[in-house]
Nanobody
C-alpha cells in the first residue's frame, strides 16, 4: 500500500511554469507505475502523464506533450510534474496516482492523492 500527498499547485499566468510534487509513503515506491491525472470542473478526470518504475520511461497525453515533464526520485519516494508554457485550459485539480501495471485509465490506479489545484490565468 502507498499513501500519496501532492503539493506545488497555485495560480500562474499563461505561459508560466509550475512544478508539482507527490510525496509517497512506503518502501515499494520504485515498483509502482506512477501517474498524474487532472480534473477540471464539470469534466471527467483525465490522464496527463505516467512513468514506469525502475526504467523511468514516460508517456504523455497529446495535450501536454512537449510542455510537461514527469520524473521521479526513487531514493526519496517523490514524483514530479514540471509544467511549462501553461495554458488556461490546463486549469484543473491535479492528482498523482499509483498502479501496479502501466495504464492511462483512471480505474487502473489503485492509490490516489487528494490533489493540488492549478489555476492558469489568461
Amino acid at each position: 500500500q502507498v499513501q500519496l500527498v501532492e503539493s506545488g499547485g497555485g495560480l500562474v499566468q499563461a505561459g508560466g511554469s509550475l512544478r508539482l510534487s507527490c510525496a509517497a509513503s512506503g518502501r515499494t515506491f520504485s515498483t509502482y507505475i506512477m501517474g498524474w491525472f487532472r480534473q477540471a470542473p464539470g469534466k471527467e478526470r483525465e490522464f496527463v502523464a505516467a512513468i514506469v518504475g525502475s526504467h523511468s520511461s514516460a508517456s504523455y497525453a497529446d495535450s501536454v506533450k512537449d510542455r510537461f515533464t514527469i520524473s521521479r526520485n526513487n531514493a526519496n519516494n517523490t514524483l514530479y510534474l514540471q509544467m511549462n508554457s501553461l495554458k488556461p485550459e490546463d486549469t484543473a485539480n491535479y492528482y498523482c496516482a499509483a498502479s501496479t501495471y502501466y495504464s492511462r485509465t483512471v480505474s487502473s490506479y489503485a492509490y490516489w492523492g487528494r490533489g493540488t489545484q492549478v489555476t492558469v490565468s489568461s
